[in-house]
């Protein structure tokens, strides 16, 4: 089984050693999967979501030469969450040359941290460049999938069928917006939508606008809409600390430099691989110059705001990067722009007209804008799997809530893989960089299947229990058990992040235990 080990490139643990860095191979981190030997069994599997992981996932198959598969994306186009967002100010948070497939570099960013736009056009060119678009079937939603004991049994909501031996959900976690909970929210008589149903049909300028919520999102909807002809009512709950990472415009000149020589952008790749895990991680996960140097930079940013009442109520009460921290050079100098009113007193109720306080005050508004997050918890659900001795993916779930073997296999539904799952690097890596991981995973398996080694495979329960315990063992120290509330912290009270360095996780997954699994 040589020819199915993951053979990702080694860096060094402890410290940063530039020199290695630089001179090390350009390899991508999961190289190409080769094909299948030859007379190995082929089987049919089914993706869900035609978003990054979905088409990370197409590509691989084809790779090891497996056409026999299908892409199931409930819109007309890929993209998945950059297809979804549409707001003003749009962009990632992670550098533009590290936000991408490891061996699809891209010359054409436009900005340091590329605007929505951009990524899905660069999700668009992956497509057509891989010939995944013959495999995709826009605007049809999963539904029910059944496990019969051989196969997954998927219905999609139109009632179309299908079945494979193979089910993965790429369906990602920022898909499911939610909607604060405030008495009269219905009655308002503007225009009311939620920042990732954003209403392109509105005009902005000259309105009265109240925002909802201040995190990563928010941050950029204020940034950017503070700059149009209109009054901003931001209406802040908790504070959130902003780590001041400038952006740049990359000119022609230097796009065309990486055109020519795309070893550039493959370095710039390596140093922010580097840079994550062995400064931003270690910030979060452990006490050292890392963290002290992100808090005093936080702290830094922060001073900038030069009204003493305003920056009080611009403090947070909590430790930075409890919170997913926000990455934005131009929040502070928003909020002091003369048209942005920071609220910070309680919503009681929304009217007609606007929103009223606690403190009575009445806020006039046009439109009204909810920055509320997503239910982050619910992953691949509405849709139920129900495994082959009738046991539902929300029961087995239960009050625990939802968590699995590595992010990626739940015990009792074989041949099962949840891409992006509870417990990835969510909020210390970039998503694509562990998803190339997780999707070297899942083939791996299907390499063994392909060999006849197993018709199904589970994670057994002792083994994803003996993995709950030393997520809960790592936890103690990180960031995200410090003392505020966040949207990572799942039923059982554990954040459902990875308390460790990204490339611990990388390498965790480098080839499959099998003695961690149910074989069948």
């Known amino acids: ?65 497996i056409e026999d598969f299908s892409i199931f994306e409930k819109r007309e186009e890929v993209g998945g969450t950059w297809r979804e967002n549409r707001y003003p100010g749009l962009a990632c948070d992670v550098p533009a040359h590290y936000y991408t497939y490891s061996f699809e570099p891209n010359p054409e960013w436009h900005h340091r941290f590329a605007r929505g736009p951009e990524i899905q056009n660069y999700m668009r060119h992956i497509a057509d460049k891989y010939d995944l678009r013959r495999h995709i079937v826009f605007g049809e939603e999963a539904a029910d999938a059944r496990f019969d004991g051989r196969r997954w049994q998927v219905k999609m909501k139109s009632g179309r069928e299908d079945s494979g031996e193979f089910l993965v959900s790429a369906c990602g976690f920022l898909h499911h917006p939610r909607e ?150 131009d929040f502070y100098p928003a909020m002091q722009r003369p048209s942005v009113k920071l609220v910070v007193d309680g919503i009681e109720r929304v009217e007609e007209q606007g929103i009223r306080t606690v403190d009575g005050k009445l806020h006039p508004l046009d439109v009204l804008v909810l920055a509320t997050g997503f239910n982050t918890h619910e992953y691949l659900r509405p849709l139920e799997l129900t495994n082959a001795q009738g046991l539902t993916l929300s029961q087995a779930w239960g009050e ?66 003996a993995f709950y315990d030393s997520l809960r063992e790592s936890m103690q120290g990180t960031v995200w058990v410090s003392g505020c509330q966040n949207w990572y912290i799942g039923k059982d009270g554990l954040p459902e992040v990875w308390p460790r360095r990204p490339r611990e996780f990388n390498e965790a997954l480098r080839r499959p235990r099998l003695e961690a699994f149910e074989l069948n």
Not at 10 to 35: E, G, K, Y
Not at 248 to 270: G, H, Q
Not at 406 to 434: K, M, T
């Open 400 to 465: 625990r809530g939802p968590h699995a073997y590595y992010s990626l296999a739940i015990p009792g539904f074989p041949n099962f893989f949840l891409l992006g799952g509870p417990h990835s690097p969510l909020a210390n890596g970039s998503v694509i960089r562990y998803t190339e991981a997780l999707v070297g995973y899942v083939m791996q398996c299907i390499g063994h299947y392909g060999e006849g080694r197993f018709n199904t495979l589970a994670p057994r329960q002792d083994a994803t229990d």
């Open 180 to 329: 604060p909970q405030i008495p009269g929210l219905e009655h308002f008589a503007g225009k009311r939508f939620h920042s990732a149903r954003w209403d392109m049909s509105v005009d902005l300028k000259g309105k009265r606008i109240g925002l909802i919520g201040t995190g990563s999102t928010g941050a950029q909807i204020v940034s950017a809409v503070s700059k149009l002809p209109c009054e901003l009512n931001v209406f802040q709950r908790t504070p959130q600390w902003v780590f001041p990472l400038p952006d740049r415009e990359y000119p022609l000149a230097e796009r065309e430099l990486l055109k020519r020589f795309p070893i550039i952008a493959r370095t710039a790749y390596k140093f922010f691989d580097q840079s994550f895990d062995h400064v931003l991680a270690r910030a979060m996960i452990e006490p050292g110059w890392q963290r002290r140097m992100v808090e005093a930079l936080c702290q830094w940013n922060l001073d900038r705001v030069k009204d003493p009442l305003l920056r009080r109520h611009l403090t947070p009460d909590y430790q930075p990067m409890c919170k997913r921290i926000i990455m934005s050079w």
């Open 1 to 65: 089984m040589t020819g199915w080990t993951l053979r990702p490139e080694r860096s060094p643990q402890h410290c940063f050693d530039w020199r290695r860095l630089m001179n090390a191979p350009l390899s991508p981190p999961i190289p190409s999967i080769p094909p299948l030997p030859e007379g190995a069994r082929k089987p049919r599997v089914l993706i869900l979501g035609a978003g990054m992981s979905g088409l990370l996932m197409g590509i691989q198959l084809k790779r090891a030469g």
